[in-house]
């Protein structure tokens, strides 16, 4: 059974960081790229940043774009979200997705649970 795991969320005060971890497990995905969403309460999901296989490329969001930093170990089957500088309005649950299908902003084969990250001002 594939599974991907998100850990690292919390409570946090605008301006801090926090670091995000995703692992998988089930299958490697050293050969697919892997992104990081998030909702809002009462919002759609959105994309956030996705990562290449090598980790060579990456693509962010210009709401997170010079604040976030996504990267991936291979070697652990896993990837993370490095999130600097945080805004109240990235409050949401991010979420880890692997093995995209299509449009790699919005369509993945596999999704994590979610870790709630909640900022406050």
């Known amino acids: 059974q594939v599974q991907l795991v998100e850990s690292g969320g919390g409570l946090v005060q605008a301006g801090r960081s926090l670091r995000l971890s995703c692992a998988a497990s089930?299958?490697?995905?050293?050969?697919?790229?892997m992104g990081w969403f998030r909702q809002a309460p009462g919002k759609d999901r959105e994309f956030v940043a996705v990562?290449?296989?090598?980790?060579?490329?990456?693509f962010y969001a210009d709401s997170v774009k010079g604040r976030f930093t996504i990267s991936r170990d291979n070697t652990k089957n896993a990837v993370y979200l490095q999130m600097n500088s945080l805004k109240p309005e990235d409050t949401a649950v991010y979420y880890c997705a692997a093995d995209p299908d299509g449009d790699w902003r919005a369509h993945y084969n596999y999704w994590g649970q979610g870790t709630q990250v909640t900022v406050s001002s």
């Open positions: 089930g299958r490697t995905f050293s050969g697919d790229p």
């Open positions: 990562i290449s296989w090598s980790g060579a490329v990456t």
